[in-house]
């Protein structure tokens, strides 16, 4: 009965695998200084990435600052990066991003947190496991036979069946966690490939406009040219009338 419960601590376990994954799109007005906060536990490593997807020449200065106030990454005039902080403080983290240098164009980036907490291996076997997750939702019955000591008896009867479970939970678990993480990940390189595709978009755009601008610029000035020409050649024709008028008259 016991490995039953055990077998259930170790999927609630797994189903709450603390992974957390936030990805925000922002504009940064010209001449501005914008930074974000991402609060972090001590010993919990994080990744952070980031790519302009819109604006100018498509580049932006980056910094993580700690806690403590140290910078642990300092860019400058950047398209994209990726960044891995170890957490060794606890606190607040500082991601800015810096437009200063930028007068009038407003830039527009995506940029990405990804934290992951160390899987634990539990012993199954330990009754402080067992009671931290299970004290509350053991029957009755069970805990006044547990305390009479008969169920003892019963894991050593089924000693050798818990075992065999108790590996088939901990694989179970394994296989769990690494199939939630590449989850996780499988949307986090979607969310990357979704910014790489609208910096192309705005990118193929900008140059469509700047495309149709130059050709109507070259449409008028062959139009202009044409009409100058005619009204050249006109006069020309116009003066030779007018000399051969006045020849005749004399």
């Not at 109507?216 to 006109?234: D, G, K, W």
Request: charged letters at 30%; hydrophobic letters at 40%.
């Amino acid at each position: 009965m016991r490995a039953r419960w055990a077998c259930l601590a170790a999927l609630a376990s797994a189903a709450t695998f603390d992974e957390t994954e936030a990805d925000y799109t922002v504009v940064v007005g010209a001449g501005r200084r914008d930074c974000y906060f991402q609060p972090m536990n001590k010993g919990i490593p994080f990744e952070i990435e980031y790519q302009v997807v819109d604006g100018g020449d498509l580049d932006i200065d980056f910094m993580i600052i700690g806690p403590s106030g140290q910078v642990l990454v300092d860019e400058k005039r950047q398209e994209e990066g990726l960044h891995e902080i170890n957490g060794r403080e606890k606190g607040h983290y500082q991601i800015c991003f810096n437009n200063m240098f930028s007068r009038m164009t407003d830039k527009t980036v995506f940029f990405e947190v990804f934290t992951e907490d160390d899987y634990e291996e539990y012993d199954y076997d330990d009754d402080e496991y067992y009671d931290d997750y299970y004290d509350d939702d053991i029957p009755v019955a069970m805990k006044k036979k547990e305390k009479k000591g008969e169920w003892k008896k019963d894991l050593v009867e089924d000693e050798a069946t818990e075992g065999m479970l108790k590996e088939k939970v901990d694989d179970m678990v394994r296989k769990l966690v690494k199939m939630k993480t590449n989850l996780i990940r499988t949307a986090q390189f979607q969310a990357i490939l979704r910014a790489f595709e609208s910096k192309d978009r705005n990118i193929l755009e900008a140059n469509l406009k700047r495309v149709n601008h130059w050709s109507t610029i070259h449409m008028v000035v062959m139009l202009v040219a044409a009409i100058l020409q005619v009204c050249i050649l006109r006069s020309f024709f116009s003066s030779k009338e007018t000399a051969g008028g006045s020849k005749s008259m004399t």
